[in-house]
C-alpha cells in the first residue's frame, strides 16, 4: 500500500516492459507512478491536471541525434524546478555529457540497480537548500585507480593509504572506517587491484542504500519460492565474488539476525541462501566500510562485537576533505584530468582563484562532492579553464560562512603552512629532523603521483639516494 503522501514519477519510455519493472521498483519504495509512450504524451500529461502531481521524470528514451535532446529542454522550459533522471547506455558519459547540457537532472545507468534508481529518486526530490552544482549525481567517473594514483599528501591520509598498501598483498579482511564521499570505495578498488585477486572484478553492496529486508538476499542469496516475491533462484553477493573481493559498505546498516548469519559465515566459510537445506563454501575477501566509528555501535549494542573484530582485523580511517584541505588543488587537477579524459569532453584546467574558493569550503560530501561539483562545472564551462564563475553556489556560501565569523581552521592552514607538514610537536618543541624529512618525503611522493624519478628530481637528490631514504626512514614507496 502506497502512503498518502506518495510522490509521483512520470517515466516516458517506450519500452513497455521496461516500464514495467522501473514502476515496480519505485512502487516498492512508496513512488506512485505515470507512463508516456512519447515526449508528446508526456508533455501533454505533466500540462493536464494529473501532470501538477508529478515529482520527477525519469527519461528511458535518450539516444544520440534522436530528438530527446530537444524534448529535455522543452520538459525544462515546462517546469523549470522539476528533476529530470536520464538513463543511459554503452557509452552513458558522453550521452550523459549531452543530456546534462541540455537540462538532466542526473544520470543512470543500465542495467538500472534497484537500490541505485531509488536513491537517486530520493536525491533529486529532497528538500535542499544546494540544487545547482552541489547537487549529488548518481553515475559517476570510473573511480579505479591504482595506489600510486590515489592523490593526497595529508600525513593522516597516507598514513592510512601506507597500511591499506600493505593489506593489499594478504587475504584479510579490512575496515576502512570514514565520513560518506571520503573515498572509501576508491580505497577498496586500490586493495583489490593490488591484490593477488585482480584478475577478478570487485563486488560491491552498498547496505544503506539497499532495503533492510533484502539485504540478506543480496548477501547470501535465495532459493525461488523461499518467501514472498521470490520468484526466481538469486546468487548473492558472496556467492558472486567467490575466489574475489567483496566490498560492503555502510556495513552498521546491516540488520542484527544478518550481522550474526555474516559472522557465522566469517568463520565457516559456508554460505546459506534463503530457504536453502545446506550451503556451500566460498573463498572471498571481505572489505568493509562504515561512515562513523562502528566501535561506539558496538558499545551502544548496535552492531555485534564478534563481526566487529572479524571484519576488524586490519583498520583504517581515511580523513574527511575539510581536514586537508591543502590537497584540494592537486585533487581538483587530477580529477579534472580524469573527466576531461571521458567522451564529449575537453581539456580543463582550474585557475587560483577558482581553487581559493574551493579550499575555503567545508566539503561536507567529501571527494565525491568535490567530482561532483567539478564534473558539473566542466559540462557548462566553454573555456579552456574553470574559474571562480563557475562556482557560484560555493563562492556565495564561503562569503557567508566568513561573514558570521565561521572561519574554517583547515582553510588557514592550508595557505599558511602548506600541505601536510608540522615542524612542532604539540607540546611546542621541534619535531625530529628525521620525521620532517619522511613527512616531506611523503607529501612529494603524494604531490607527483608516484613518479620517483620525479620526486626525486624535485628534492634534488638521485633515485638511489630517495630509495635509500625510503628504506632508513621505513617509507613505504605506495606512501
Not at 20 to 39: F, Q, V
Not at 40 to 66: H, K, M, R, T
Not at 85 to 107: C, H, N, P, W, Y
Not at 393 to 398: C, K, N, S
Request: glycine content about 8%; overall charge negative.
Amino acid at each position: 500500500m502506497l502512503p498518502d503522501e506518495a510522490k509521483t514519477l512520470l517515466l516516458i519510455d517506450d519500452e513497455p516492459a521496461q516500464g514495467r519493472l522501473i514502476a515496480a521498483i519505485a512502487t516498492r519504495a512508496g513512488w506512485k507512478s505515470l507512463r508516456a509512450e512519447s515526449g508528446n504524451d508526456a508533455l501533454l500529461l505533466l500540462g493536464s491536471q494529473d501532470g501538477e502531481a508529478v515529482d520527477a521524470v525519469l527519461i528511458d528514451l535518450w539516444a544520440p541525434n534522436s530528438g530527446t535532446a530537444e524534448l529535455l529542454q522543452k520538459l525544462t522550459q515546462l517546469r523549470p524546478e522539476l528533476p529530470i533522471l536520464v538513463i543511459t547506455a554503452q557509452s552513458k558519459v558522453s550521452i550523459a555529457v549531452e543530456a546534462m547540457r541540455a537540462g538532466a537532472t542526473d544520470f543512470l545507468a543500465k542495467p538500472i540497480a534497484p537500490e541505485r534508481l531509488v536513491a537517486a529518486l530520493d536525491a533529486a526530490t529532497q528538500v535542499h537548500p544546494h540544487r545547482g552544482e552541489l547537487r549529488p549525481l548518481s553515475e559517476k567517473v570510473s573511480q579505479t585507480l591504482p595506489f600510486d594514483e590515489v592523490v593526497g599528501s595529508a600525513p593522516e591520509f597516507r598514513a592510512a593509504l601506507a597500511i591499506a598498501a600493505k593489506a593489499a598483498r594478504s587475504r584479510v579482511p579490512v575496515l576502512i572506517d570514514g565520513e560518506r564521499g571520503v573515498g572509501k570505495e576508491v580505497f577498496a578498488r586500490a586493495i583489490h587491484a593490488a591484490s593477488p585477486r585482480a584478475k577478478r572484478p570487485l563486488y560491491t553492496l552498498n547496505c544503506a542504500a539497499t532495503p533492510s529486508n533484502l539485504i540478506e538476499s543480496e548477501l547470501f542469496g535465495h532459493e525461488k519460492g523461499s518467501f514472498a516475491g521470490a520468484f526466481e533462484k538469486h546468487r548473492g553477493k558472496l556467492a558472486e565474488a567467490d575466489g574475489a573481493t567483496l566490498f560492503i559498505d555502510e556495513i552498521a546498516a546491516i540488520p542484527a539476525d544478518v550481522q550474526a548469519k555474516l559472522a557465522g559465515t566469517i568463520e565457516s566459510g559456508l554460505v546459506r541462501p534463503i530457504g536453502a537445506s545446506r550451503g556451500f563454501e566460498v573463498d572471498v575477501r571481505l572489505i568493509t566500510g562504515a561512515n562513523s566509528d562502528l566501535l561506539e555501535q558496538v558499545t551502544a549494542g548496535n552492531f555485534r562485537e564478534d563481526l566487529y573484530y572479524k571484519l576488524n582485523i586490519v583498520g583504517l580511517t581515511i580523513p574527511p576533505l575539510r581536514k586537508r584541505a591543502g590537497d584540494i588543488p592537486p585533487l581538483a587537477r587530477h580529477l579534472l584530468t580524469r573527466i576531461s579524459s571521458q567522451p564529449g569532453m575537453h581539456a580543463l584546467g582550474i585557475t587560483d582563484d577558482a581553487l581559493t574558493v574551493l579550499m575555503r569550503y567545508d566539503w561536507p560530501g567529501n571527494v565525491r562532492q568535490l567530482q561532483d561539483t567539478l564534473f558539473r562545472a566542466a559540462i557548462d564551462c566553454q573555456g579552456a579553464a574553470l574559474t571562480s564563475v563557475d562556482f557560484p553556489e560555493i563562492a556565495d556560501l564561503v562569503r557567508l560562512s566568513e561573514a558570521r565569523g565561521a572561519e574554517h581552521p583547515s582553510t588557514v592552514h592550508a595557505f599558511a603552512d602548506g600541505p601536510g607538514v608540522a615542524l612542532y610537536e604539540p607540546d611546542g618543541n621541534l619535531r625530529p629532523l628525521s620525521d620532517i624529512e619522511a613527512d616531506v618525503i611523503r607529501l612529494a611522493i603524494g604531490h607527483y603521483r608516484g613518479r620517483m624519478t620525479e620526486v626525486a628530481r624535485r628534492l634534488g637528490i638521485g633515485r638511489s639516494t630517495l630509495y635509500r631514504k625510503l628504506a632508513e626512514l621505513g617509507i613505504d614507496n605506495a606512501a
